[in-house]
């Protein structure tokens, strides 16, 4: 069952810029990982934020986690051609089946 | 970081043949490994949960007779689509967690699929 679910946007930001994205839940988590998709490539782990954490950086990305709103945000920072991509978040449904939400597609320009 | 070998990349077929994709662990030993289907600009729908030794796990709704899930080693799963009709065209994409305890996937870089 699908569970993470994505404001379905297509983001368009020029080089330097900001990227924010959310994504929201139905149920209990144990925790809320995000990924990116290049594509037609595999999805690839960015970050992994636990339900007891309320937010957690790695490099240029900056997750937040609201258990109450049973939503996550993914900030990337100074966002480069590079990061052009879909950004996915995902919960796990049990057995480490992760179920991944409809996607964020983030173009980024140079 | 460990490497998920996913084969073919794209192939292209005649309605009514079967697929076999190949999806190989190369620095690690995957006891689970998951399979993935995914249309254009959609979301990753989970099919499958192969099991190392034994059956796979299906999702609700996943035909078992129709997407056939093997895992005969502790590196390699395949998923074979058997009597391929143009509705099965999609990405598909597996992946495993580098132990069974750890909660983050690394992914194949996928299988794209034409049935003709």
């Known amino acids: 069952s699908q569970q993470g679910e994505e404001d379905p946007q297509a983001l368009s930001i020029q080089e330097g810029e900001n990227a924010t994205m959310n994504c929201s839940y139905k149920?209990?988590?144990?925790?809320l990982q995000w990924y990116r998709q290049n594509s037609g490539r595999g999805l690839v782990h960015l970050i992994l934020?636990?339900?007891?954490?309320r937010e957690k950086h790695s490099g240029r990305l900056r997750v937040t986690l609201d258990t109450s709103k049973k939503s996550s945000s993914l900030l990337i920072t100074a966002s480069r051609a590079a990061d052009t991509a879909s950004y996915f978040c995902?919960?796990?449904?049990?057995?480490?089946?992760?179920?991944f939400g409809k996607g964020n597609q983030v173009v980024v320009i140079p | 970081g460990a490497v998920v070998s996913q084969h073919p990349s794209w192939v292209i077929c005649k309605s009514g043949t079967s697929v076999k994709i190949e999806c190989r662990s190369l620095?690690?030993?995957?006891?689970?490994m998951f399979w993935y289907r995914q249309f254009p600009k959609q979301s990753l729908m989970l099919m499958a949960t192969?099991?190392?030794?034994?059956?796979?796990?299906?999702e609700q709704g996943v035909e078992k007779d129709k997407f056939l899930i093997n895992h005969a080693s502790l590196t390699l799963s395949t998923l074979t689509v058997t009597s391929a009709h143009p509705e099965d065209s999609s990405f598909y994409i597996c992946?495993?967690?580098?132990?069974?305890?750890?909660?983050?996937?690394?992914f194949g870089s996928g299988t794209q699929l034409s049935v003709l």
């Open positions: 992946s495993a967690p580098v132990t069974p305890t750890n909660e983050k996937l690394f």
């Open positions: 149920t209990s988590i144990n925790n």
């Open positions: 934020i636990r339900s007891n954490e």
């Open positions: 995902a919960t796990d449904v049990g057995n480490n089946r992760l179920a």
């Open positions: 620095d690690f030993q995957a006891t689970t």
């Open positions: 192969s099991n190392e030794g034994s059956k796979a796990t299906y």
